[in-house]
C-alpha cells in the first residue's frame, strides 16, 4: 500500500472508488485493484486475485507497453509497472514554453473559414505544435492512462466492441501544463471567432487512445447535436443549408500519426449543412473519407459533420486530444473544475475560455443597481 502527499493540481478531481478482480485480455494472473483519494492524499494497491468480481477498470495487458497495472508513489512522482520498472511522470522532465506558438501564421484564416462552414466542413492545419510537444503530449497521455484507471467513454463501436481497447483522459487542463498551451493556439482562436464568437468556450478537452483491435466508434454527431436521433428532443432544426451558425466547433490535435490502418477519423464531407444523425451506418461508411495526418497536425470541423474513429488495426495505439469549443450560451459538456494554481496564471485568453468572468448565471436580486444590458450597458466583462 502507497499513500502519500501529492499536487492538488494532479489529483484535484480524484473520487474515492473501488473495483475488484479484472482479467484483460493477455494477461496470466488476475488481479485486485483499488485506489482511494481523500482530501490530498492518494494511495493505490495492487494485490493478486483469485476469486473476485468482474471489475470495470479499462487498462488493457500487453499492449503497446501499457501491460498491466501501475502503483503509484506521488511524493516522487514516480509509478512502478508490474514488472517493477519505474514509470517517471513526464512532467517534471518537460518544460512548456508558453510564450512562443508554432506555425502561428494567420493569413489564411478566413480561407479556412469558409471552407469550414460554405465548403467541405474540415480543414487540416500542418505541424502547430513542435515534435518535442507532441512527444511529451503523447507520453503524458499513455503515462496517465497507465496510472489513473477506466474512465468513461462515448460513441463505443459494435456491440462486440472490448471497452478495454479504448481509454479516454479527461479534464486535461489540470493534468499538465502542455494542454493549457493546446488549448489557446492562436490559429484556433482565430478560427473559432467568425464560427462561434470571439466570445466562445472551452466545453471539453481530453484524450482519445484506440490500442491495437480497439472498434473504434459509431458515427455520430458532437454535443450538443449528439442526441439528435432522439427527434423530440429537437423540435426545430438546429441547422439548415445557407446558414453558416454553429453551436459546436471540433479540433482534433494527432499525437500520432493518423492513417487508415490504425484508424484515422472518418468524416463524410458537406454534411455539416445539415442537422443529420448517420443512423445507418452502412450509409456513412459507403461515404466516408479518412482525416489522415502527421503527428502535431490540428484537424478542425464542426460539430454537425459526420464522423466517427475507425478501427485500429495496426500493431501500435494512436492518441488524440480531442478540443471542443461552444458559444458561451451552451452549456459545457464537461465540468472542468481547473486547479487554483493553473486560475492563477490564466492568460486573457484562457480566462475567457473558461468564461471566468462572465457573470451568468448571476443572482440577479442581489447585483448591483446598474444597467447591465444592451449597447448602452455598463456591462464590461470582455
Given at each position: 500500500?502507497?499513500?502519500?502527499?501529492?499536487?492538488?493540481?494532479?489529483?484535484?478531481?480524484?473520487l474515492?472508488?473501488?473495483?475488484?478482480?479484472?482479467?484483460?485480455?493477455?494477461c496470466?494472473a488476475?488481479?485486485?485493484?483499488?485506489?482511494g483519494?481523500?482530501?490530498?492524499?492518494?494511495?493505490?494497491?495492487?494485490?493478486?486475485?483469485?476469486?473476485?468480481?468482474?471489475?470495470?477498470?479499462?487498462?488493457?495487458c500487453?499492449?503497446?507497453?501499457?501491460?498491466?497495472?501501475?502503483?503509484?508513489?506521488?511524493?516522487?512522482?514516480v509509478?512502478?509497472?508490474n514488472?517493477?520498472s519505474?514509470?517517471?511522470?513526464?512532467?517534471?522532465?518537460?518544460?512548456?514554453?508558453?510564450?512562443?506558438?508554432?506555425?502561428?501564421?494567420?493569413?489564411?484564416?478566413n480561407?479556412l473559414?469558409?471552407?469550414l462552414?460554405v465548403?467541405s466542413?474540415?480543414?487540416?492545419?500542418?505541424?502547430?505544435f513542435?515534435?518535442?510537444?507532441?512527444?511529451?503530449?503523447?507520453?503524458?497521455?499513455?503515462y496517465?492512462?497507465?496510472?489513473?484507471?477506466?474512465?468513461?467513454?462515448?460513441?463505443?463501436?459494435?456491440?462486440?466492441?472490448k471497452?478495454?481497447l479504448?481509454?479516454?483522459?479527461?479534464n486535461?487542463?489540470?493534468?499538465g501544463?502542455?494542454?493549457?498551451?493546446?488549448?489557446?493556439?492562436?490559429?484556433?482562436?482565430?478560427?473559432?471567432?467568425?464560427?462561434?464568437?470571439?466570445?466562445c468556450?472551452?466545453?471539453?478537452?481530453?484524450?482519445?487512445?484506440?490500442?491495437?483491435?480497439?472498434s473504434?466508434q459509431?458515427?455520430?454527431?458532437?454535443?450538443?447535436?449528439?442526441?439528435?436521433y432522439e427527434?423530440?428532443?429537437?423540435?426545430?432544426?438546429?441547422?439548415?443549408?445557407?446558414?453558416?451558425?454553429?453551436?459546436?466547433?471540433?479540433?482534433?490535435?494527432?499525437?500520432?500519426?493518423?492513417?487508415?490502418?490504425?484508424?484515422a477519423?472518418?468524416?463524410?464531407?458537406w454534411?455539416?449543412?445539415?442537422?443529420?444523425y448517420?443512423?445507418?451506418?452502412?450509409?456513412f461508411?459507403?461515404?466516408?473519407?479518412?482525416?489522415?495526418?502527421?503527428?502535431?497536425?490540428?484537424f478542425?470541423?464542426?460539430?454537425?459533420?459526420?464522423?466517427?474513429?475507425?478501427?485500429?488495426?495496426?500493431?501500435?495505439?494512436?492518441?488524440?486530444?480531442i478540443?471542443?469549443?461552444?458559444?458561451k450560451?451552451?452549456?459545457?459538456?464537461?465540468?472542468?473544475?481547473?486547479?487554483?494554481?493553473?486560475l492563477?496564471?490564466?492568460?486573457p485568453?484562457?480566462?475567457?475560455?473558461?468564461?471566468?468572468?462572465?457573470p451568468?448565471?448571476?443572482?440577479?436580486?442581489?447585483?448591483?443597481?446598474?444597467?447591465?444590458?444592451?449597447?448602452k450597458?455598463e456591462?464590461e466583462?470582455?
Amino acid at each position: 500500500m502507497i499513500s502519500r502527499q501529492v499536487p492538488s493540481t494532479v489529483f484535484k478531481s480524484c473520487l474515492f472508488k473501488k473495483s475488484t478482480g479484472f482479467q484483460p485480455p493477455g494477461c496470466k494472473a488476475k488481479y485486485f485493484w483499488s485506489d482511494g483519494f481523500h482530501g490530498n492524499k492518494w494511495s493505490h494497491q495492487l494485490a493478486k486475485s483469485g476469486e473476485r468480481k468482474k471489475m470495470t477498470q479499462t487498462l488493457h495487458c500487453g499492449i503497446n507497453h501499457l501491460a498491466g497495472f501501475a502503483t503509484v508513489n506521488p511524493s516522487q512522482n514516480v509509478a512502478v509497472d508490474n514488472n517493477g520498472s519505474d514509470l517517471v511522470d513526464p512532467r517534471l522532465r518537460f518544460n512548456v514554453d508558453m510564450e512562443n506558438y508554432h506555425n502561428a501564421d494567420l493569413s489564411d484564416v478566413n480561407d479556412l473559414v469558409h471552407e469550414l462552414t460554405v465548403g467541405s466542413g474540415y480543414v487540416m492545419c500542418k505541424q502547430l505544435f513542435t515534435k518535442d510537444e507532441v512527444d511529451h503530449a503523447r507520453e503524458l497521455i499513455l503515462y496517465l492512462i497507465k496510472t489513473q484507471g477506466s474512465k468513461a467513454t462515448h460513441f463505443q463501436g459494435s456491440e462486440e466492441a472490448k471497452p478495454e481497447l479504448q481509454a479516454r483522459v479527461w479534464n486535461l487542463l489540470n493534468k499538465g501544463k502542455i494542454f493549457e498551451k493546446i488549448v489557446q493556439h492562436p490559429k484556433t482562436l482565430a478560427i473559432l471567432a467568425p464560427i462561434i464568437g470571439d466570445d466562445c468556450q472551452l466545453g471539453s478537452v481530453a484524450t482519445n487512445t484506440i490500442f491495437p483491435g480497439g472498434s473504434g466508434q459509431e458515427p455520430h454527431i458532437d454535443y450538443p447535436y449528439w442526441d439528435y436521433y432522439e427527434r423530440h428532443h429537437w423540435p426545430v432544426t438546429p441547422k439548415v443549408k445557407g446558414v453558416p451558425f454553429h453551436m459546436n466547433m471540433q479540433a482534433t490535435l494527432m499525437l500520432d500519426d493518423f492513417t487508415e490502418e490504425n484508424g484515422a477519423t472518418a468524416i463524410v464531407p458537406w454534411t455539416q449543412h445539415d442537422a443529420h444523425y448517420p443512423e445507418k451506418s452502412g450509409d456513412f461508411f459507403q461515404k466516408c473519407i479518412q482525416a489522415t495526418g502527421k503527428a502535431g497536425d490540428m484537424f478542425y470541423f464542426p460539430g454537425l459533420l459526420q464522423h466517427a474513429a475507425m478501427p485500429n488495426k495496426s500493431n501500435q495505439s494512436r492518441t488524440a486530444v480531442i478540443l471542443q469549443y461552444l458559444p458561451k450560451y451552451i452549456r459545457p459538456m464537461e465540468d472542468k473544475r481547473v486547479a487554483g494554481d493553473i486560475l492563477s496564471r490564466a492568460t486573457p485568453q484562457l480566462r475567457r475560455l473558461l468564461t471566468l468572468d462572465y457573470p451568468y448565471p448571476a443572482v440577479l436580486d442581489e447585483a448591483e443597481p446598474i444597467n447591465t444590458e444592451g449597447s448602452k450597458s455598463e456591462f464590461e466583462w470582455k
